[in-house]
């Protein structure tokens, strides 16, 4: 006992003297932030706080706060503060996102340094958002219970009897790969009577064969791996990270006869509080060296051309995604009256829907 005592009174100068220092420290620092921005984003925390402190580190006193959201959710908010903009940078959704956006007059325009490196229809004519990441959507399956030759192969299997119950499917209305999925499946039917009605018609069947709509994807992973369901539908992206990285009984089926392939887009914030920095941290997170970084790290399909083929991983090179044919502009004119109509006229009137 005497010995603590002894310790305790000769090192708690020590100790003070390290708390004052590094409180010093860190006012310091705070004295010398440049810069703060803004960015919200639907791709998940770890990509980024991953490259916010990449840019923090290779730019010394600024300082990246990021806002995690549903893609719906970043877009709402971003038309609520149009006369007051908070964010700066919007990182990711589907394309139909940002070309309403850009009608809406809530993004600037920028065309970045390897703008002539992505297809023509992956940017706003405009130059208002670039595509950054292509992103396939899969049918997705707890590979405990099911197999690649036993799982659902097409949409249209989804509708048969023997998955009822057992279907769990995120939210729609807050997430866009939902969005997507969802007027891809109303759209196979409208290019062809201009109608929504049968593609209503086949969500009501869906709806019918669906357990459960978590609020959020975490919700929708633990369903599935905890057997509550056994089937959802989601990104090819996502589905590999929670496989490889957190070890998820994740297996997927792209199906057959196509898929929708979203492009992910890029946006500066019209009128934002820091345009020159928000250009900055555009360039960063899409170098050919961070697409690698992202494409090997958190499982993301760069829309660019020009990064080689030996720098992306095996799962982006070997796997043929047969692409669903889209009009994107007919997408991002109909998809919001599509999804009050499954909204208020279809979610949970079936079986399950719960």
Known sequence: MPLVKKMHKNYFPVI?????????????????????????????????????????????????????????????????????PQADLWWGAPSSFFMNAAEEGLLQAYKPSWASAIDSSQHGPDDRWYGTFLTPEV???????????????????????????????????????????????????????????????WLRRLDANTKIYPANPTLMYLAIARREAQITLWNMPDIELQKQQYDYPFEYIIPASGTPVLVE?????????????????????????????????????????????????????????????????????????WMKYWDENIKGRGKGGK
């Not at 249209?156 to 997507?180: F, H, Q, V, Y």
């Not at 019209?270 to 961070?290: D, G, H, L, M, V």
């Not at 090997?296 to 095996?314: F, G, M």
């Open 16 to 84: 003070l003297f390290l708390a004052i220092s590094q409180f010093s420290v860190s006012c310091s620092n705070s004295e010398k932030a440049t810069a703060e921005i803004v960015v919200y984003s639907p791709h998940g925390k770890e990509l980024l706080n991953d490259f916010s402190s990449r840019f923090e580190a290779e730019n010394p006193g600024v300082k990246v706060h990021w806002l995690d959201m549903g893609s719906q959710d970043v877009l709402d908010r971003i038309r609520s503060e149009k006369t007051n």
């Open 139 to 201: 049918i997705a399956f707890n590979s405990q219970i099911l197999t690649r030759e036993t799982a659902p192969q097409d949409w249209d299997d989804l509708l048969l009897p023997k998955w009822e119950n057992k279907i769990a499917i995120r939210n729609p209305l807050a997430s866009g790969t939902m969005r997507a999925i969802y007027s891809a499946i109303i759209w196979r039917f409208f290019k062809e009577s201009n109608s929504p009605e049968d593609g209503y018609n």
């Open 265 to 337: 887009g890029l946006a500066i914030v019209a009128n934002c509080k820091q345009p020159e920095w928000a250009k900055k941290f555009y360039e960063f997170i899409t170098t050919r060296e961070s697409f690698a970084i992202q494409a090997k790290k958190y499982y993301r399909i760069p829309a660019r051309k020009d990064i080689d083929k030996e720098a992306l991983p095996s799962w982006i090179t070997a796997n043929p995604i047969k692409q669903m044919d889209i009009d994107w502009q007919v997408f991002s004119k109909k998809s919001k009256g």
